[in-house]
């Protein structure tokens, strides 16, 4: 079964409008990680935000937010006011803990497409 | 700064060949890990390095051979491989703080192609 489900493989919006990026996980560990990675057309994977288990509050940097909510196993990202350099594949990731506590389950990722 | 090199950008060869990626960071991480990325896919895990020791290795076929020489490099030998192959080559590094699970950085791939 796959640990991180991204159900969206592709979303079209215009400049300006809001975007949410769907995200659903599975594990059976309590204690666990969520992470949100961007991949621009150039190819490097850009952090952008780590979130443990125990820390349900919901974050907001500049344009972007996180909703993650245990109780749906969810963790979404979205993009407020998209512009066109957010055009990317965004991908969520878990990282589970034990031995194969540096191994990361990706989704299998949704491209974003941000027309002017 | 949170930055990871590798070299070369991009990579043609031939089945025969023999070639190397290189992986490079000086953030003072202690583990590190090499991907390999199909178009349209996600990021699959090949190699994991910590503290210059291999200590995961997904089932990747002989025809890939990592090395890391010292806690700031990582190598990719690559030698023998088929059409297949043909991928972004991914290498990433975290600070591996004992048990906790960390943010890997990556750095911008390596786009091979084998003819």
């Known amino acids: 079964a796959q640990k991180v489900t991204q159900a969206q493989t592709e979303i079209s919006v215009v400049e300006k409008e809001d975007v949410t990026l769907d995200c659903v996980y599975e594990?059976?560990?309590?204690?666990?990680?969520l992470f949100w990675y961007k991949q621009p057309p150039s190819g490097e994977l850009v952090f952008l935000i780590r979130r443990n288990s125990f820390d349900e509050q919901n974050e907001i940097s500049g344009r972007y937010s996180w909703n993650f909510q245990k109780s749906t196993s969810s963790f979404n990202f979205t993009i407020t006011a998209s512009q066109v350099v957010d055009s990317a594949v965004y991908f969520c990731a878990l990282s589970e803990g034990g031995y194969n506590f540096n191994k990361f389950y990706f989704g299998s990722g949704t491209k974003l497409n941000v027309k002017p | 700064d949170t930055e990871v090199t590798q070299t070369p950008k991009h990579l043609v060869m031939g089945m025969t060949n023999k070639k190397s990626l290189k992986c490079e960071q000086h953030m003072g991480h202690r583990a590190m890990y090499w991907y390999k990325q199909k178009a349209k896919k996600p990021p699959e895990l090949m190699f994991v390095y910590s503290y210059e020791k291999l200590s995961i290795n997904e089932s990747v076929p002989s025809r890939f051979s990592p090395e890391c020489p010292n806690s700031s490099l990582l190598n990719l030998h690559l030698h023998a491989l088929q059409p297949e192959d043909s991928a972004l080559y991914l290498c990433?590094?975290?600070?591996?703080?004992?048990?906790?699970?960390?943010?890997?950085?990556f750095g911008p791939g390596t786009r091979l192609l084998v003819l």
């Open positions: 594990t059976r560990d309590t204690t666990y990680y």
């Open positions: 990433a590094s975290s600070p591996r703080s004992s048990g906790v699970q960390e943010t890997q950085y």
